[in-house]
Every structure is written in C-alpha cells, then in structure tokens.
C-alpha cells in the first residue's frame, strides 16, 4: 500500500472515530417493538378522544366567513386538521394494497391524523411506464382504494396536481429528481400546460370504483395544490448546476417581450438599471437574463416582478381549468420560499400552502451534510418564515414541515411547530413523511431500513412528536391568540433588488407572540385608528418601539414575560414561552403541560409540572387523557418523554456530527435518558406504567400514594419508550 494511501485510511479511521465519540459516551438502547399497530382503547389510540366523523355532502371542508376552514354544516366552529404525509415511492414501499391500505387508514385515524397530503402521486402513477398517460393500473387501483378508506375513516384529502418535473411523461427513471425545466415550462409553454390538464383531468376525473365517484367530485377532496414547489426562482434553484446559466434560456423571450412593454426603449431602461451591456438591445429583444442570481440590481428586481406577473397569471389559469373540470374546493399553490416576491405571487389565492424546514439535510448519500442547529435557540424560524408567509384571511396549511433526522435536537418539533400553529390559528400541520406511521419496523424497502431524513415513521423521537401534536394542535390544547399583527403589502413597490428578500427577521418574532400575515396595505390603511400593523417601508418599523405600542394598548398583557434584549418571549395568551439563551420552550395550557430543555438550566416550573433534573436534554410533555381533560383535576395521563434516536451503525465523518457517512441500519436506538419530576397533585394511590412504542400498556414501574413525585427513565424493563401512562386514583367520597 502506498503512504499516501495508509495516510487516507488513517484520516478516515480518525474521521470515524470521532464521529462516534460523542455516541460512545451517551447510552444508546435497541428498540425491542417490531409491530407498531396501536390495539383499540391503547393510551395511544386518541379516536375516543377526537373521533373523525363520516364524511359527508354536508360535512365538505369550506373556507368560513373569517377564513378558517370549518365543516359546510357548521362554518361557525374551526377545524384543526392533523395531516398524515403520504410521499411514498417504491424506495419506502409505495401505495400499499388493500388489506394494508384499510388497516393503515384505521391507524392513521387512531394516530389522530384526519386529514391526508398525497404527495407525488403522478411519478408513482407513471414508475417503470415508457408511454405518456399509461397509468400502471395497480397502482391506480391502490391509489383508489387508500383515498376509499381514508374516506372510511373520516380522514380528507389534500392532494398535488402534480409533484414530479417528468408529469406523465413516459420513458424516465428519474421521477423524483429534479431532472427537467416541466415546471418552469409550464408557466410559458402551451404544449406543457396542456400536458398538466390531461393528467389532471386523468386522474382527477376518472371514477374511483371503491367510492362510485370521481376523486374530483368526492366531498373528502378539500384541497387541490396544483403543482408542488413551482415558483419559478425556486425551480431554478434546485436546478442550479455547475457550468450552467443561472436562469434557464426559456425565460429570455417572454422577459424581454415583458421588458418591452414596460420600457419605452433601450435609453429608458438603461436609465432605470443604471447601463445596458454593449451587446444588449430592448429592440432587438437582446436584454440578458442576470448572470448571478445572488447579485443584488435593478435587473434583478425587474425579474422578481415578471415572475410575479407570470406566475399570478399561471395559477389563476390553472386554477379556472380545474374549476372547468368541475371542482369545487379549496385551491393552492406556490407552496414554499417564503420570500417578498412569492408572496405576490400568492396575493391571489384562495388558501395558501407553505414547506418549511429547520436544518435542511442535503441527502440520502454519504457526505449528506445538516448544521446540528436548535431551532429554539434561533427562535423558531422555521415557523416564523411560515408565518410570514400566511395571507390573512383565507386558509393556511402548513403542507410539510420537519426538524430532520439526525438533527440532535429535533425533539424540540413536538412543542415548536404545533404550539404555534395553534397560536397562530394555521388549519392544518403537516410534518412531512414517507407516511407518518408504519404497522412494523423491517419492511424489505430502501428507505425502510434505517431512519433516514425526510423521513419520520421510523423514528420515535418524530412520532413522540406527532403524538404530543395531536393535543397541543388537533385537540386544542393550546389556544388561538387574540393579537393579530398585519404586514401590510402594497405589491410590485415592496421588491428590491434582492431576490432572496424576505420579511425583516427582527419583525417575524412577534409570531411568537400572536397571529401575524400579509395583508393589503390598503385594507390596514383603513382600519380602525387604533390598528396596530407593520407597515411600509419596513426599514421604517421599530421593532422595540412596536412591542411598546402593543403593551400600551392593551393587546399585549402588563404582566407578559417578553424580553427580546434577554431572548424570552411569551405568547399574548401566556401559554407559550421561548427562551433562546437557556433552549427552552415551555408550553402551560389547562389540558397540557410540555418542557423542550436543555438538562443545564433545569428545574424548570411549568404549571403543576416541575422538572428538577434530568440526564441528558430533551422533550417531556404531561397530557391529560380524560373525556375532559385537566391537569389540575384529571386522573388519566400520558407522559411524553423523547431524547434523541440513532440508527444502529450509524457513523459520522465529523466530531460534531453534521457530515454522515453510513446511516446504518436497524434495530432503532433510543437515547438514555432520565428526568427527576413533581406533579403538584395529590393521590390515594398513582401508578406509573411505561407504554410501548406499539401503544402496550407494560407492568408499572413507580408507584405511590399522596405526593406525585418520581425518577422516570426510558430504559424500562420492556425496553427503551417514549411513553408512559400516569394514573391517580380518585380521593373516596365522604
């Protein structure tokens, strides 16, 4: 072996060992479950709790007079939709067959989930097919049977118009690439618009033989998202390559055509972008696309506006073909990239959809690289880019967020992401998935045999998540504020010269402390006097001196905790509250407890809750079980508790475990953890019993009477869980 060879060997040992030493400190237990089907009546199961109803005629969603999505029977009463991921392909397993289908719709109800994003349904539609439109029909037929029994259990549907850049094209194996310009060539090619409506008519128009009726027709069909992430400075993005122009050819003709009929000639706009290159002619239809998309200009902000123009028009033309098909529902799109221009873009929209993610993981393959980013301690700006985003007063869904595997403190997403779509009063949290549950770890599929990011069914930190979710957000745990804070919006006025511009960071905060989103500057103009707003220029509003009006008026409470110079903010219902130094939020509703921590500032008070001390940070959430739930007076309970979860083998090329090399593979394993809490209740008699990953109720494990005080660890006797149920036996009647 040459010595330059053994020196890599070496570096990459060393690499490896390093990696694994943070690993090899900590205690890492095998999950034991291997069948994860919750049994009726688990602590897990919460359908007695949130029963979906039977979807009916009367029962379509609408958008009510406030702009909240809510039942045509009873638009007065908000929903709160939990969305299930459906992003399968043949990598995690594809669209299940039917006993599967009807088994994992009942699970998903039980889970808690009563909505469904069908996500990427034309690639899996068109996967190994050579000629365009040829459906494979079995996977029709499975498609057509899960939307059957997701219907069954009371669980809508959301679904995109189309997610692949290869649409219904035969002859690709690339479907989930971004392997084409289809998107960006759907807002400027008629061939290609009418390549979508086919497909949109296929598959939406065709009858489902296991409901009688036409997905387009079915009441269960809320919302269409008509292309998935199609913005058109987005699309160029995810298609950027080394060696290639920025902007795609297709776009010069059309932005030259643009430019011309805004400019009078090459003189005048020259004098608007400062100067023309020697080779470029308004006349001739010679004016260069930009030759940096990260460079600030004049030029650049003309772009941002023709996109805005192209893509306002896109979508209301898509839209009127799907309302030519006979579509009644709720109609989305540009549904990511949550900067000044998008939100032009979807000025015009009848619901708006957002993606948001904390600490981006750049792949499946080894070199995959996140930053092992808290997104408390950047005060949840994942969120806060989403909230930005909203239009007030018509529907918000959230139609994927994640806080990715393997990032060390995605625990913090159980409380994050849901607490606050509560308080900001979204319609529906979806945390994106190749479907957010399996019936059994070792499936025989790629993307099944270890945790892997954008990917959360396998692991039990995301799924104690999505369990806490289901009450903080679906339940109504935490509640709605009352402040609103509108972003007014005058339109083409508001872009700038950069195209990644976005609202003021600084200004995004005060979702932390209520309901914030766009809104027309002439709407805010003639509010009442005492309307509160940011408004324009936005370099003009005083963070500081807003919180102060807000205080003074009363929509603020005296006694609220926040403090930006100390980074705590608390929510104006008082139930929220972040502090970035310390990594904490704390969530204190009537039904819910919940602490996101770091194990160095504890203890930690919630309500009736106290954390004294723990191994290790984490998640440790109380909620109450009962028909009417309360922690001051309920006697059924079910305690959260997440640390963090590894892929066994799993190896990182660096020592603080950003770079992945081998994601390993199953058994899962769960970090040691262990938490010392008081309950400030007392008891005849409590127990305390751990609760499987599979929703089994295992032997108690702690026991006593009078104070609730205990030590909870989630190594248990039955193996390692995120569960555990807390009963308190009533005091006897005198």
């Known amino acids: 072996m040459r010595p330059a060879a053994r020196l890599l060997l070496a570096a990459a040992a060393l690499l490896a060992t390093t990696g694994m030493a943070r690993a090899q400190a900590e205690t890492w237990l095998p999950v034991r479950e291997t069948a994860l089907e919750l049994r009726p009546g688990s602590p897990l199961d919460v359908s007695g709790i949130l029963p979906n109803l039977r979807i009916t005629p009367e029962r379509r969603l609408v958008a009510n007079a406030e702009g909240r999505l809510a039942r045509a029977d009873r638009p007065a009463e908000p929903l709160r939709l939990a969305c299930a991921s459906l992003a399968w392909s043949p990598a995690s397993g594809g669209f299940p067959a039917r006993a599967e289908a009807e088994r994992y719709a009942r699970q998903l109800a039980m889970h808690g989930y009563n909505l469904a994003r069908l996500h990427f349904v034309d690639a899996s539609l068109m996967f190994g097919r050579q000629t365009d439109f040829d459906f494979d029909p079995e996977t029709l037929d499975r498609i057509h049977y899960l939307l059957a029994a997701l219907k069954r259990h009371g669980i809508y549907w959301m679904i995109d118009g189309l997610s692949s850049w290869r649409g219904a094209s035969g002859g690709h194996d690339d479907r989930w690439d971004p392997s084409s310009n289809f998107k960006l060539a759907l807002h400027l090619d008629e061939q290609v618009f009418a390549h979508w409506r086919r497909f949109v008519e296929a598959f939406f128009k065709t009858v489902n033989p296991h409901t009688g009726i036409a997905p387009i027709d079915d009441e269960a069909l809320a919302l269409v998202i008509l292309v998935n992430e199609n913005g058109i400075e987005f699309d160029g993005v995810v298609r950027d390559r080394r060696g290639r122009p920025p902007y795609d050819p297709m776009l010069a003709a059309p932005f030259n055509a643009w430019l011309a009929k805004r400019y009078e000639s090459s003189a005048a706009l020259a004098r608007a972008w400062g100067r023309l290159g020697w080779s470029e002619s308004l006349e001739r239809g010679s004016i260069a696309l930009p030759s940096d998309r990260y460079a600030d200009s004049p030029r650049m902000r003309d772009l941002q506006a023709f996109f805005t123009e192209v893509e306002t028009a896109s979508a209301a033309r898509m839209s009127a073909a799907l309302r030519q098909l006979g579509y009644k529902g709720l109609i989305s799109t540009y549904n990511n ?285 109380l909620v109450s079980l009962d028909q009417a739930p309360s922690i001051a007076e309920g006697r059924r309970f079910l305690l959260i508790y997440a640390t963090d979860a590894r892929n066994t083998g799993m190896v990182f090329r660096d020592r603080e475990q950003k770079v992945i090399e081998d994601f390993g593979r199953l058994p899962v394993l769960i970090r040691k953890g262990e938490v010392a809490l008081r309950l400030d209740r007392s008891a005849p008699r409590w127990t305390l019993s751990p609760v499987g990953l599979d929703g089994v109720v295992r032997p108690a494990v702690a026991s006593g009477a009078g104070e609730v005080a205990f030590r909870l660890s989630n190594d248990t006797p039955g193996g390692p869980t995120t569960y555990f149920l807390l009963e308190l036996e009533a005091a006897a009647r005198r």
């Open 337 to 621: 990239w949550p900067t000044i221009q998008t939100g032009l873009s979807r000025r015009g929209l009848q619901a708006v959809t957002m993606n948001t993610y904390h600490d981006w993981a750049s792949g499946y393959a080894p070199g995959s690289r996140l930053e092992q980013t808290s997104a408390v301690a950047d005060a949840a700006n994942a969120m806060r880019l989403a909230a930005a985003s909203r239009w007030l007063g018509r529907p918000f869904l959230v139609s994927e967020y994640d806080h990715l595997f393997w990032n060390r403190y995605r625990y913090e997403a159980g409380a994050v992401f849901p607490a606050y779509a509560a308080l900001q009063g979204w319609d529906a949290l979806c945390r994106h998935a190749h479907g957010p549950i399996v019936l059994r770890y070792g499936e025989p599929f790629a993307h099944k045999r270890a945790m892997l990011p954008y990917a959360i069914a396998l692991d039990p930190v995301a799924r104690a998540g999505e369990t806490l979710s289901t009450f903080l957000f679906r339940r109504g745990d935490v509640a709605t504020a009352g402040l609103t804070l509108p972003f007014a919006v005058r339109g083409e006025a508001d872009l700038g010269p950069d195209m990644q511009a976005r609202e003021p960071e600084a200004l995004t905060r005060f979702a932390l402390l209520g309901r914030i989103g766009l809104a027309e500057a002439e709407t805010v103009d003639k509010g009442e006097p005492a309307t509160i707003a940011v408004t324009q220029p936005r370099e003009a509003v005083k963070p500081l001196a807003l919180l102060e009006r807000l205080r003074a008026s009363g929509a603020l409470p005296k006694d609220n905790a926040t403090d930006p110079a100390a980074g705590i903010y608390q929510s104006s219902t008082g139930e929220i509250t972040l502090d970035e130094r310390r990594r904490s939020l704390a969530v204190v509703t009537k039904a819910s407890e919940a602490l996101a921590f770091a194990a160095r500032d504890l203890p930690a008070r919630l309500g009736r809750l106290e954390i004294t001390k723990a191994e290790g940070d984490g998640l440790l959430a």
